[in-house]
């Protein structure tokens, strides 16, 4: 149900509104606000604006809502977990992973070569793509259509191969028909990687934002017009990545037959190939070349269009394809599949390739780290500046594991009925390089297991030495050891987040270390590790054939689970909201790197929020609060940001459970560092940030004046320490959620209400601008006099003025103002 708004016959000043943004994991308008009965004012079912029935017709009756703003709540779950079709965005891990280093890049005056680290960075992503297709390349064309076909002992007991079995003699028998029949399958994958970049593209980056003047010079990326409007760049990287696809598979079709001709009578069929070959070189460049000039248009919006290119590159790179598959086809009456594919050398050159671009963006990373721009404030940046190169590590390596899980488990499968001794049934296996691969595996989770045991050791020691800080915050409750216990257990496990660092820049160190060796491995000998470890002395063979079989069990385990867990989302809507969870964090940000990764969903609720706080003071003159929780609050200080300076100054931001500091700062220095939050804050003047030490997420922002601070916290968590008359049954340790429930919330909304600037025709009210929490709150606990929890006493005296709205994360409020529900 939607609701048309007319306004222009309020006659009063308007209320003030107050618009929630959910965080991660998602949660309804109902729970939002509150109460069962509410309407959608604007947006669709992906994502949309709500208000409670009774609140819909607020702008006409202002009298009504004077004491309080008017709780609006924008839904924006849908945008992540929404149709069973996300389900398939499991399979694009490694591409949203290659995203994410592009925007990790440390803040630097050094414009070129930041621009250089970027390209390295959407080259990495481009070999993501060529690898993905390289391995259903070599499961459907190497293992199935090269060596089970043309092998009796396999294809005899697979009665949906038999008609292409070269013991039939069909027409399908001969190895290059084979071959064009098995590419259907890298063929369907890209169409389909295409389909979905394009319908979410259509769906995402097509949301034209607000045309605003051009940007003054030195203004923040997340200011700039253009920067939530990636059409033009997504669509170039995407013509590029379903060529390069394309072009995969016509080198897997052309170089097998093109390897048989060449030496042989006549001199036809080798012309044709080599102008094939020639041909899918020149396009290959082709592709590489839109690549390099995909960069994104951030200070304007870019609405133009590259159909040349897209046709071009596209149908030639289709039509290869086709050229190559009718070539491969070609009657050749004594060609027999005997061996591999010539694919091992595709899948070592890849990995070469992949470490070297890594190791370019991290020389690049670490030039720019030394070069900070004037303003820059080092805040803690992850990993010293190569938190991008690690993520990027982390992105090859894992397109490598389930690259060989899935290559390793398909030949398993494939030669699952072999009999030992039987003549022509073995099958020769993926290559080697993948079964290396797989072999580091163990030991990478051996290293990983002592690095978790030793932050297992200090977290123990560090909630010991929290139980004295834990008491001392509630000097007049009993204490008992098992509840101190419990509050210092959850601060300490909240610090956890802080050692994330550590864990990545181990596993990154190990696996690049073990890839280069399983590359020399592979290389060097040819063989798997169990092969060349077996003239080996000692325990060495036996070790080599454990690693080798337990990495290939642990890759198909996760395969497995990957797949399983796909499977249960598709179909299940809670579990599709635990892995939208994940995507809230990774996606937050636009496609710069790679075309085929999970959709941007900011770029549809930045616009959307900012829209609705300039259309709604525009119309009414009126206040807005911005109160964004989680994920929600980076979502709000992005909209804050692409407001025009006239519409920032009506809005104030509330933000709890915030990770702009404590995660987006450090990750992602170049966009939230410190100088940025900073220009943020003294953009708009009136921010307030609340926050617990028991919160694994949020934190506090470390800006603003000592008059005008922005963090306000830590807030009491728990409540109170035990039983008492105020608290007469346990509180819980909230950690993350229900900050509408503490008193400090609408001591702190009604604290910026006052310091923005009174609606038209309104009286000021009285107030100073430096007003803050008197709760006093300095420690874990805080002093039991704070009050109760808002939620005690629905409509007490003690809740006035908290608001009937439900948590911002998901919870029900706890409080009411005493108003009636209408």
Same mark, same amino acid.
């Given at each position: 149900?939607?609701?048309?708004?007319?306004?222009?016959?309020?006659?009063?000043?308007?209320?003030?509104?107050?618009?929630?943004?959910?965080?991660?994991?998602?949660?309804?308008?109902?729970?939002?606000?509150?109460?069962?009965?509410?309407?959608?004012?604007?947006?669709?079912?992906?994502?949309?604006?709500?208000?409670?029935?009774?609140?819909?017709?607020?702008?006409?009756?202002?009298?009504?809502?004077?004491?309080?703003?008017?709780?609006?709540?924008?839904?924006?779950?849908?945008?992540?977990?929404?149709?069973?079709?996300?389900?398939?965005?499991?399979?694009?891990?490694?591409?949203?992973?290659?995203?994410?280093?592009?925007?990790?890049?440390?803040?630097?005056?050094?414009?070129?070569?930041?621009?250089?680290?970027?390209?390295?960075?959407?080259?990495?992503?481009?070999?993501?793509?060529?690898?993905?297709?390289?391995?259903?390349?070599?499961?459907?064309?190497?293992?199935?259509?090269?060596?089970?076909?043309?092998?009796?002992?396999?294809?005899?007991?697979?009665?949906?191969?038999?008609?292409? *079995?070269? +013991?039939?003699?069909?027409?399908?028998?001969?190895?290059?028909?084979?071959?064009?029949?098995?590419?259907?399958? &890298?063929?369907?994958?890209?169409?389909?990687?295409?389909?979905?970049?394009?319908?979410?593209?259509?769906?995402?980056?097509?949301?034209?934002?607000?045309?605003?003047?051009?940007?003054?010079?030195?203004?923040?990326?997340?200011?700039?017009?253009?920067?939530?409007?990636?059409?033009?760049?997504?669509?170039?990287?995407?013509?590029?990545?379903?060529?390069?696809?394309?072009?995969?598979?016509?080198?897997?079709?052309?170089?097998?037959?093109?390897?048989?001709?060449?030496?042989?009578?006549?001199?036809?069929?080798?012309?044709?190939?080599?102008?094939?070959?020639?041909?899918?070189?020149?396009?290959?460049?082709?592709?590489?070349?839109?690549?390099?000039?995909?960069?994104?248009?951030?200070?304007?919006?870019?609405?133009?269009?590259?159909?040349?290119?897209?046709?071009?590159?596209?149908?030639?790179?289709?039509?290869?394809?086709?050229?190559?598959?009718?070539?491969?086809?070609?009657?050749?009456?004594?060609?027999?599949?005997?061996?591999?594919?010539?694919?091992?050398?595709?899948?070592?050159?890849?990995?070469?390739?992949?470490?070297?671009?890594?190791?370019?963006?991290?020389?690049?990373?670490?030039?720019?780290?030394?070069?900070?721009?004037?303003?820059?404030?080092?805040?803690?940046?992850?990993?010293?500046?190569?938190?991008?190169?690690?993520?990027?590590?982390?992105?090859?390596?894992?397109?490598?594991?389930?690259?060989?899980?899935?290559?390793?488990?398909?030949?398993?499968?494939?030669?699952?009925?072999?009999?030992?001794?039987?003549?022509?049934?073995?099958?020769?296996?993926?290559?080697?390089?993948?079964?290396? +691969?797989?072999?580091?595996?163990?030991?990478?989770?051996?290293?990983?297991?002592?690095?978790?045991?030793?932050?297992?050791?200090?977290?123990?020691?560090?909630?010991?030495?929290?139980?004295?800080?834990?008491?001392?915050?509630?000097?007049?409750?009993?204490?008992?050891?098992?509840?101190?216990?419990? /509050?210092?257990?959850?601060?300490?496990?909240?610090?956890?987040?802080?050692?994330?660092?550590?864990?990545?820049?181990?596993?990154?160190?190990?696996?690049?270390?073990?890839?280069?060796?399983?590359?020399?491995?592979?290389?060097?000998?040819?063989?798997?590790?169990?092969?060349?470890?077996?003239?080996?002395?000692?325990?060495?063979?036996?070790?080599?054939?454990?690693?080798?079989?337990?990495?290939?069990?642990?890759?198909?385990?996760?395969?497995?689970?990957?797949?399983?867990?796909?499977?249960?989302?598709?179909?299940?809507?809670?579990?599709?909201?635990?892995?939208?969870?994940?995507?809230?964090?990774?996606?937050?940000?636009?496609?710069?790197?790679?075309?085929?990764?999970?959709?941007?969903?900011?770029?549809?609720?930045?616009?959307?929020?900012?829209?609705?706080?300039?259309?709604?003071? +525009?119309?009414?003159?009126?206040?807005?609060?911005?109160?964004?929780?989680?994920?929600?609050?980076?979502?709000?200080?992005?909209?804050?940001?692409?407001?025009?300076?006239?519409?920032?100054?009506?809005?104030?931001?509330?933000?709890?459970?915030?990770?702009?500091?404590?995660?987006?700062?450090?990750?992602?220095?170049?966009?939230?560092?410190?100088?940025?939050?900073?220009?943020?804050?003294?953009?708009?003047?009136?921010?307030?940030?609340?926050?617990?030490?028991?919160?694994? /997420?949020?934190?506090?922002?470390? /800006?603003?004046?000592?008059?005008?601070?922005?963090?306000?916290?830590?807030?009491?968590? &728990?409540?109170?320490?035990?039983?008492?008359?105020?608290?007469?049954?346990?509180?819980?340790?909230?950690?993350?959620?229900?900050?509408?429930?503490?008193?400090?919330?609408?001591?702190?909304?009604?604290?910026?209400?006052?310091?923005?600037?009174?609606?038209?025709?309104?009286?000021?009210?009285?107030?100073?601008?430096?007003?803050?929490? +008197?709760?006093? *709150?300095?420690? /874990?606990?805080? *002093?039991?006099?704070?009050?109760?929890?808002?939620?005690? *006493?629905?409509?007490?005296?003690?809740?006035?003025?908290?608001?009937?709205?439900?948590?911002?994360?998901?919870?029900?409020?706890?409080?009411?103002?005493?108003?009636?529900?209408?």
């Amino acid at each position: 149900m939607t609701v048309e708004l007319d306004i222009r016959t309020a006659v009063s000043p308007p209320p003030a509104l107050e618009l929630l943004v959910h965080g991660v994991g998602g949660t309804t308008p109902e729970r939002m606000l509150g109460d069962p009965r509410t309407v959608r004012l604007a947006g669709d079912e992906t994502a949309g604006i709500h208000r409670r029935s009774c609140d819909a017709d607020a702008e006409q009756h202002p009298e009504r809502h004077q004491d309080e703003p008017v709780q609006e709540a924008y839904c924006w779950s849908n945008l992540t977990s929404g149709n069973g079709s996300r389900a398939l965005w499991l399979l694009l891990l490694p591409f949203m992973i290659a995203n994410l280093a592009h925007w990790m890049r440390p803040p630097s005056v050094r414009t070129r070569l930041a621009r250089g680290y970027e390209l390295l960075v959407r080259l990495l992503a481009l070999s993501l793509t060529v690898l993905l297709i390289a391995a259903v390349c070599e499961v459907a064309l190497d293992l199935v259509g090269w060596q089970c076909a043309g092998r009796a002992g396999c294809a005899r007991d697979k009665s949906w191969l038999g008609f292409a *079995a070269v +013991e039939r003699g069909g027409w399908w028998s001969e190895p290059g028909r084979r071959l064009a029949l098995a590419a259907a399958a &890298p063929v369907a994958l890209t169409a389909l990687l295409w389909w979905l970049s394009r319908r979410t593209w259509s769906a995402y980056e097509s949301q034209r934002p607000a045309d605003r003047p051009a940007p003054q010079p030195g203004t923040p990326a997340l200011a700039l017009p253009g920067f939530w409007y990636g059409r033009r760049s997504v669509a170039r990287l995407r013509t590029a990545h379903t060529a390069a696809a394309l072009l995969t598979v016509t080198a897997a079709l052309c170089v097998p037959a093109l390897r048989y001709d060449t030496g042989r009578p006549g001199a036809l069929l080798p012309a044709v190939g080599w102008s094939l070959a020639g041909l899918t070189a020149l396009l290959a460049v082709a592709a590489v070349g839109v690549v390099c000039r995909a960069d994104r248009t951030e200070t304007g919006i870019d609405d133009a269009t590259d159909h040349l290119t897209t046709r071009v590159l596209l149908s030639g790179s289709a039509g290869t394809l086709l050229a190559a598959a009718l070539y491969g086809a070609w009657h050749r009456g004594s060609w027999v599949s005997t061996g591999r594919l010539p694919s091992a050398q595709t899948f070592t050159t890849l990995t070469v390739v992949q470490g070297v671009l890594v190791a370019a963006v991290g020389i690049a990373a670490a030039l720019l780290h030394r070069t900070p721009p004037a303003d820059f404030e080092d805040g803690g940046v992850a990993l010293r500046g190569l938190a991008g190169p690690a993520v990027a590590l982390l992105a090859c390596a894992l397109g490598g594991v389930l690259t060989g899980g899935v290559a390793q488990r398909a030949a398993d499968w494939l030669d699952g009925a072999r009999t030992p001794g039987e003549h022509g049934s073995s099958l020769a296996g993926p290559p080697a390089v993948l079964t290396w +691969e797989a072999s580091v595996i163990p030991v990478v989770l051996a290293l990983l297991l002592v690095v978790s045991a030793a932050v297992a050791w200090r977290l123990r020691r560090r909630q010991r030495a929290l139980h004295r800080e834990v008491e001392a915050m509630y000097p007049e409750a009993e204490h008992h050891p098992a509840r101190t216990r419990q /509050i210092a257990s959850a601060v300490a496990r909240a610090g956890l987040t802080d050692t994330a660092p550590l864990l990545i820049a181990v596993v990154c160190a190990a696996a690049f270390a073990l890839g280069a060796g399983a590359v020399a491995g592979a290389w060097a000998g040819g063989g798997t590790p169990g092969d060349e470890a077996a003239d080996a002395p000692g325990v060495l063979p036996a070790v080599a054939r454990t690693a080798q079989s337990l990495g290939s069990w642990l890759v198909g385990a996760g395969v497995v689970a990957l797949v399983t867990l796909g499977r249960r989302a598709y179909r299940d809507a809670s579990a599709r909201r635990t892995v939208g969870i994940l995507w809230d964090v990774g996606t937050f940000w636009p496609r710069a790197a790679h075309p085929f990764a999970p959709p941007c969903y900011a770029e549809r609720a930045v616009p959307d929020l900012s829209w609705r706080m300039a259309s709604w003071t +525009e119309r009414t003159g009126g206040r807005i609060i911005l109160s964004g929780h989680s994920q929600g609050s980076v979502l709000s200080a992005a909209a804050v940001w692409q407001l025009d300076p006239a519409v920032r100054r009506r809005v104030a931001l509330l933000t709890y459970g915030c990770p702009l500091a404590r995660l987006y700062g450090r990750w992602f220095p170049a966009y939230f560092g410190p100088a940025r939050l900073r220009d943020l804050h003294d953009s708009m003047h009136t921010w307030c940030n609340l926050w617990r030490r028991t919160d694994p /997420i949020g934190g506090p922002v470390g /800006i603003g004046s000592a008059g005008q601070a922005v963090d306000c916290g830590p807030l009491p968590d &728990p409540a109170a320490y035990g039983r008492s008359t105020r608290h007469p049954l346990p509180e819980p340790i909230l950690g993350h959620s229900d900050f509408q429930a503490d008193p400090s919330f609408a001591r702190q909304r009604a604290a910026l209400l006052r310091r923005l600037p009174p609606a038209a025709g309104a009286v000021p009210v009285q107030g100073g601008p430096g007003e803050s929490d +008197e709760s006093g *709150a300095a420690g /874990i606990g805080g *002093a039991e006099s704070g009050g109760a929890r808002a939620g005690a *006493a629905r409509g007490g005296e003690a809740d006035k003025g908290l608001g009937r709205g439900g948590s911002a994360d998901g919870g029900p409020a706890q409080g009411s103002s005493g108003r009636s529900s209408g």
